[in-house]
């Protein structure tokens, strides 16, 4: 056995290391805190800022699904598929997790971008939309030829009351 010296960080913090530990704020990582608003918007502007933040979630990749969620506190968030092995989230989905982490009450508009415009629906990504709306929920499908459909969440997921 080796003698190592171990030396706790903190009261809050249960690892035991040597080595130093740099802690990041949210604002050094991008990132909103809990609890913080981030890109609030107004009613005149809600419309294009949401389709405008679910093509530029994609960034460059062409092949890309983007989402952007809207709450009923006009808070903005987006999401991207992430692929993983095993494992993967669709763009709504972190969209809508993004939202609920941030202390939102709930998802009122949805904007989804593909470029074919085919892509980016799916049951699971309804299921969060369920689980977390406000009232009713308008969901904009987009393409790069521009917008494409308009759906309501009860015409796609008929077990969803309208309450």
Not at 41 to 57: C, F, M, N, P, T
Not at 79 to 99: C, D
Not at 105 to 118: K, L, P, T
Request: hydrophobic share 35%; net charge negative; with cysteine.
């Amino acid at each position: 056995m080796t003698n190592q010296k171990q030396t706790k960080l903190g009261a809050q913090n249960s690892i035991l290391s040597a080595a130093r530990v740099r802690r990041l704020s949210p604002e050094q990582l991008g990132i909103s805190a809990p609890g913080q608003q981030s890109d609030q918007i107004d009613d005149s502007d809600q419309g294009e800022k949401l389709h405008s933040a679910a093509v530029d979630a994609v960034g460059d990749d062409e092949d890309g699904i983007g989402a952007a969620v809207l709450t009923s506190d006009e808070t903005l968030h987006t999401g991207i598929p992430i692929k993983g092995e095993g494992w993967g989230t669709h763009a709504i989905e972190l969209a809508v997790s993004k939202a609920v982490s941030n202390g939102a009450d709930g998802i009122s508009s949805v904007a989804v971008y593909s470029v074919d415009g085919q892509s980016g629906l799916c049951g699971r990504c309804l299921q969060a939309l369920a689980d977390t709306r406000d009232g009713e929920v308008t969901i904009e499908v987009l393409s790069s030829e521009g917008f494409e459909n308009s759906f309501e969440l009860t015409d796609l997921t008929p077990w969803v009351s309208q309450s």
